[in-house]
């Protein structure tokens, strides 16, 4: 088999790929954004393959889908998991999410083929397995065909797809993960719906060692680690009605032990030394304002790290603790800094909710220590 990757340029780091039989001129398509159809319709040209279907792993929140129009150009079946029939139920809620506007084209694209679980669809010498993967959307599946996964926005390299957003659900995603792509082999190929580093696949057995996602954690833990993982939605849409959201994220990783950790009772000793030192918040304000931070933080949200790196010290010995609200976005940030070179930065463990946990005080705009 033959995957052709294809790369959108629109900001979302959308992937969709081509898969091409080795004796049979049939293939199919996954994922078809619709601003990258005319390449996807270039690429079938130039190959001189017979599209015969076209797969939606779940329904987009963050892009058009081109299944629609490309199954126009080409007499393809549009092949979606028959969760799909009760799409609309999530409409209302995408409103409320500032991404109705691309829900409803994706949920008025007519579905030819309805998939569960096991279902096995080939064409040529193509053999697809489908696995309903939930947890992203309640229609997500997975598609295995030979070593190739395709995860769509469940699994993506290196981190994983939201699960807050309509549809969406952790602990759906976290069996989803464990049962589903666990089990798959180590050498298997990850093929993911969105990449933001230029990557084409991962290996599995790579990600398990890696991925932050596949660690081995209870389900309760994993549901706390995602609900710190990914920026606040209003954070990953854009202002002036543009839409910027990600389902994924960027995000600078390296081994977890690499990091040094800081328990709240070391931090405060340090903060009672007379010697400097800087405590990064990355949360968003609103959170500082809501939940209350450590005095004397400077608040810099992971997402704006790297366009404000000159808000950060010149002496990169300086030590330097980052801070969030579990310590999940902190130690990202605590990676990141790492890269930029500083050698003396630590990590919150716990973030501003061990803090407080620990009966040590906070602060927030305009209100004394509480």
């Known amino acids: 088999m033959l995957v052709k990757q294809i790369r959108s340029r629109d900001g979302t780091g959308t992937l969709s790929y081509l898969l091409i039989g080795k004796k049979f001129p049939e293939a199919v398509l996954i994922d078809p954004n619709l601003e990258d159809l005319p390449e996807i319709l270039s690429l079938i040209k130039s190959t001189g393959v017979r599209l015969t279907h076209i797969f939606d792993t779940h329904t987009h929140a963050d892009h058009i889908s081109g299944a629609g129009e490309l199954s126009k150009a080409t007499g393809a079946l549009v092949v979606m998991h028959e969760n799909t029939k009760d799409k609309w139920k999530v409409l209302e809620e995408g409103d409320k999410f500032g991404i109705g506007s691309i829900l409803r084209p994706n949920a ?13 669809i080939t064409t040529g010498d193509l053999s697809i397995r489908v696995l309903y993967t939930p ?13 190739s996964v395709f ?7 290196g981190q994983a797809g939201r699960s807050d957003l309509p549809g969406g659900d952790p602990g759906a995603q976290y069996d989803s ?5 666990l089990t798959l082999p180590d050498r298997c190929r990850i093929y993911p719906g969105h990449d933001y580093s230029e990557n084409e696949y991962a290996v599995l057995g790579s990600e398990k060692k890696t991925n932050p996602f596949l660690q081995h954690r209870s389900k309760e833990e994993y549901i706390a680690f995602v609900r710190d993982f990914f920026p606040p939605i209003a954070e990953a849409v ?16 390296q081994r977890v032990e690499d ?15 007379k010697g400097k030192i800087l405590i990064v918040d990355v949360r968003e304000p609103a959170e500082l304002l809501m939940i209350g931070a450590i005095e004397g933080v400077v608040n810099i949200p992971v997402g704006q790290l790297a366009l ?15 801070v969030c609200q579990s310590g999940g976005r902190s130690l990202e940030a605590t990676h990141y800094l790492q890269q930029l070179g500083y050698s003396n930065v ?10 407080m946990k620990s009966g040590l005080p906070v602060v927030r705009p305009g209100i004394p220590a509480a």
């Open 151 to 157: 995860t769509g926005d469940l699994l993506l390299i």
């Open 108 to 120: 008025a694209i007519a579905v030819d083929q309805y998939v569960a679980e096991g279902d096995v």
């Open 259 to 273: 990091v040094k950790n800081m328990t709240p009772r070391e931090l405060a000793a340090l903060r009672n030394d």
């Open 346 to 355: 630590r990590n919150l463990a716990g973030g501003t909710g061990a803090w």
């Open 135 to 147: 947890g992203h959307t309640d229609n997500h599946v997975t598609l295995v065909a030979d070593d």
């Open 308 to 322: 404000r790196a000159e808000e950060l010290p010149a002496d990169k010995s300086t030590p330097i603790v980052c």
């Open 238 to 253: 854009a202002m002036g009605g543009k839409m910027t959201l990600q389902c994924g994220t960027h995000r600078v990783l």
């Open 177 to 181: 993960l464990v049962q589903k792509i």
